[in-house]
T-cell receptor, first 115, second 111 residues
Framework: EPEVTQTPSHQVTQMGQEVILRCVPI?????FYWYRQILGQKVEFLVS????????KSEIFDDQFSVERPDGSNFTLKIRSTKLEDSAMYFC?????????????FGEGSWLTVV | GQSLEQPSEVTAVEGAIVQINCTYQ??????LSWYQQHDGGAPTFLSY????GLEETGRFSSFLSRSDSYGYLLLQELQMKDSASYFC????????????FGSGTRLLVRP
């Protein structure tokens, strides 16, 4: 069964450093997403991406965040200058495929620790 | 804006049936989804309702009443492995089908 894959599974970075989280969405899906989950809290929407551009973003997704789809398969989230409060699990998700209806499928997540 | 309410914790015994309720407030409601998340894991899709009524998938069923802005997830024949957090999430017509999640219900299944 197709799945969303994410790398790295865990990254530790120093405050102020840039981080890139990578995702390979399910191949025939049209919508791509990044979500964040701070430990013990709910899953929060960051950004959605459709037709090679951002279609929607939340208040959390400020100027330090950016997303790219550099080729036909990868979807990346960049955090330019990490802060302690960016420590969280970051989930990539995709949906809107021919047979997926409105179901959104999540990757296993990238756990980011900022020290 | 949007808001979702669901109980923070539910406890049940193995083999029992448990219902997790979710009430929501949102404009342009499109559908209600349910996800399961084990500690440290990814949200896993369980069920989706766009129309009123019951959707059944094995031991799990989900119900939606659009007029009441209410839904529930029903878990039957509970197993220990069902201990996890369960999130309801709404999607809206005017967005990129993104999901807005509730705060989650932590289900503890006891022997």
């Amino acid at each position: 069964e197709p799945e969303v894959t994410q790398t790295p599974s865990h990254q530790v970075t120093q405050m102020g450093q840039e981080v890139i989280l990578r995702c390979v969405p399910i191949s025939n899906h049209l919508y791509f997403y990044w979500y964040r989950q701070i430990l013990g809290q709910k899953v929060e929407f960051l950004v959605s991406f459709y037709n090679n551009e951002i279609s929607e973003k939340s208040e959390i997704f400020d100027d330090q965040f950016s997303v790219e789809r550099p080729d036909g398969s990868n979807f990346t989230l960049k955090i330019r200058s990490t802060k302690l409060e960016d420590s969280a699990m970051y989930f990539c998700a995709s949906g809107g495929g021919v047979n997926s209806g409105n179901t959104i499928y999540f990757g296993e997540g990238s756990w980011l620790t900022v020290v | 804006g949007q808001s979702l309410e669901q109980p923070s914790e539910v406890t049940a015994v193995e083999g029992a049936i448990v219902q997790i309720n979710c009430t929501y407030q949102t404009s342009g409601f499109y559908g209600l989804s349910w996800y399961q998340q084990h500690d440290g894991g990814a949200p896993t899709f369980l069920s989706y309702n766009a129309l009123d009524g019951l959707e059944e998938t094995g031991r799990f069923s989900s119900f939606l009443s659009r007029s009441d802005s209410y839904g529930y997830l029903l878990l039957q024949e509970l197993q220990m492995k069902d201990s996890a957090s369960y999130f309801c999430a709404v999607s809206r017509m005017d967005s990129s089908y993104k999901l807005i999640f509730g705060s989650g219900t932590r289900l503890l299944v006891r022997p």
